[in-house]
């Protein structure tokens, strides 16, 4: 096995070399080792689709990620620009809690209740182009777990609710970092009438949180951190904020993938780091940093992310610019960028 995956290695490198820098390769952080080292750029979603459409040089934009990743690279690539992802099965599973029919019915039944003008829909990066559409048309916006608190703050100056899809932990955690009481925020659970609330609910409530979340992040628990808080009382804990508001609070530090990255980069030689997102990054942190002591908070890993491996990765460079193409169409397009846009200008 070992032999055959040096071989392909060995394959992609020689593609690489004869496409030059016609070709991209973007490996989220969450990718296992052998794909990252591969990369051309690895990082988070957003900020690797935006280096690839910016690469004026690039024809052929490979996404080592999920789907709605890919997805982003495709609303902003250029026209002589072609995404490819090289497993068109490997999904979000938060991403795939939220589906269009189900938002535009939420959408309509807190605007019959309270009027359009006092909804502000905002989109979590993490979510199918038709969502973001769906805000860009609403004169919502995009955001990611860096900016999310500048995302809701905004919103909250254009209008006096938000209603945030799709991770509810996500919205929860920004809320309460901007002191919005526990009562005004509200799951809407799509799979009950009203989301699950009342008209008077929906009428006092300042954030609507969509009934979603990440396997990766909520699998955490405070149990967890006090195990870890025993066994290393020195270490500090440093989480996603996809995590539940529990095990956010019991943290030292919360932060976005990047965050959690330049978080381990910047503590001191024999630090002990506990992190609690995704274990291939961890594991490849501890890699990177041998005189630090780096831990996973528990295991958790993220089956989606997996499916991506040099067997694939080849498939789709031997098949450039032809197999596993991801495209949005050009009305979704459209409107996701008025929200991707809406991001940006903050």
């Known amino acids: 096995m070992e032999n055959i995956d ?54 052929y934009i490979i996404f080592c990620g999920v789907h709605f990743m890919a997805e982003s690279a495709a609303i902003l690539a250029k026209d002589h620009q072609t995404v490819q992802i090289p497993d068109m099965n490997a999904g979000c599973w938060m991403a795939d809690m939220a589906d269009s029919y189900q938002v535009e019915k939420a959408w309509n039944e807190v605007s019959a209740i309270v009027g359009k003008q006092r909804v502000t829909p905002l989109v979590y990066m993490n979510s199918d182009a038709y969502i973001k559409a769906h805000c860009g048309k609403n004169n919502g916006a995009v955001c990611t777990s860096s900016n999310a608190l500048k995302a809701f703050e905004w919103a909250l100056r254009q209008r006096e609710k938000i209603f945030f899809f799709p991770d509810e932990h996500l919205g929860r955690n920004t809320g309460n970092s901007l002191g919005i009481p526990t009562n005004q925020m509200r799951v809407w659970d799509p799979e009950k009438p009203l989301g699950g609330n009342s008209e008077s609910d929906i009428k006092n409530t300042k954030i609507f949180l969509w009934k979603g979340y990440c396997l990766v992040h909520t699998r955490f ?35 976005s993938t990047s965050f959690i990255v330049s978080y381990v980069a910047d503590a001191p030689p024999g630090a002990t780091i506990i992190i609690g997102t995704e274990i291939n990054l961890i594991k490849r942190l501890a890699m990177e940093y041998p005189n630090k002591r780096i831990l996973p908070l528990k295991d958790s890993f993220c089956p989606n992310m997996n499916k991506i491996n040099l067997k694939n990765l080849l498939a789709c460079l031997e098949n450039i610019g032809k197999t596993n193409l991801v495209t949005v169409d050009e009305s979704i397009k459209k409107d996701a960028l008025i929200a991707l846009e809406n991001m940006l200008s903050l």
């Open 221 to 255: 628990t405070p149990h967890d951190m006090e195990t870890m808080r025993k066994d290393f009382p020195d270490a500090k804990i440093v989480v996603h904020p996809e995590c539940t508001q529990e095990v956010v609070k019991a943290s030292d530090a919360v932060g």
């Open 6 to 59: 040096k071989k392909r290695m060995e394959k992609i490198i020689e593609i690489k070399h004869r496409l030059g820098n016609k070709l991209v390769i973007l490996t989220h952080h969450y990718q296992r080792k052998e794909i990252v080292d591969l990369g051309d750029h690895r990082g988070d979603s957003f900020g690797l689709s935006q280096r690839a459409a910016k690469d004026e040089n690039a024809e």
